[in-house]
T-cell receptor
């Protein structure tokens, strides 16, 4: 099973709202990722968690706050977003194999629209 | 900074034609992954190539990793409308000596196969 699930599928929020995106995997992977993707562009890395600890923050604005409650779950808390933050937000996970094959498995994404 | 140049950016062909997508870099990657993404969905991993000179076949898709592990190609034989989508190559490095490494994405190839 190589499934990564994400909820919600779609989200519309105002600039003053607080919302959260959720991601879950049951593959025993120890690394989880958040990406932002604009239409017809490649995904842009936002955060990486390894063994439930934040290991990479790609200079993401503080209005995005990641959280990893356990090894299977990853959240992205959103607050005071801007219209330009509208995008497809993708979660991914990979096995911490140490063999150089960093296969990442992506979820279906959350389509976020900020009004 | 590792960069992956992917070409062509757009490809519009008729059903039954063959096509090749290229990813080139001046950097060496420990592995390279190819993804296919449909609109509104997450990228789906097609293949990972690890060994220089490696060739992998997936039905009508043939993937090749350059001898020096700096470039890769995806060849599709007898394209079908179902092959339509965004194709992404992504090189895996080694971030900070850990095994979860960041992916370097190419800019993507938008393929449209007309019936």
């Amino acid at each position: 099973d190589t499934e990564v699930t994400q909820t919600p599928k779609h989200l519309v929020m105002g600039m003053t709202n607080k919302k959260s995106l959720k991601c879950e995997q049951h593959m025993g992977h120890r690394a989880m990722y958040w990406y932002k993707q604009k239409a017809k562009k490649p995904p842009e890395l936002m955060f990486v968690y390894s063994y439930e600890k934040l290991s990479i923050n790609e200079s993401v604005p503080s209005r995005f706050s990641p959280e990893c409650p356990n090894s299977s779950l990853l959240n992205l808390h959103l607050h005071a977003l801007q219209p330009e933050d509208s995008a497809l937000y993708l979660c991914a996970s990979s096995q911490d194999s140490g063999q150089g094959e960093y296969e990442q498995y992506f979820g279906p994404g959350t389509r976020l629209t900020v009004t | 900074t590792q960069l992956l140049e992917q070409s062509p950016q757009f490809l519009s062909i008729q059903e039954g034609e063959n096509l090749t997508v290229y990813c080139n870099s001046s950097s060496v990657f420990s592995s390279l992954q190819w993804y296919r993404q449909e609109p509104g969905e997450g990228p789906v991993l097609l293949v990972t190539v690890v060994t220089g000179g490696e060739v992998k076949k997936l039905k009508r898709l043939t993937f090749q990793f350059g001898d020096a592990r700096k470039d890769s190609s995806l060849h599709i034989t007898a394209a079908q409308p179902g092959d339509t989508g965004l194709y992404l190559c992504a090189g895996a490095g080694n971030a900070g000596g850990t095994s979860y490494g960041k992916l370097t994405f190419g800019q993507g190839t938008i393929l449209t196969v007309h019936p």
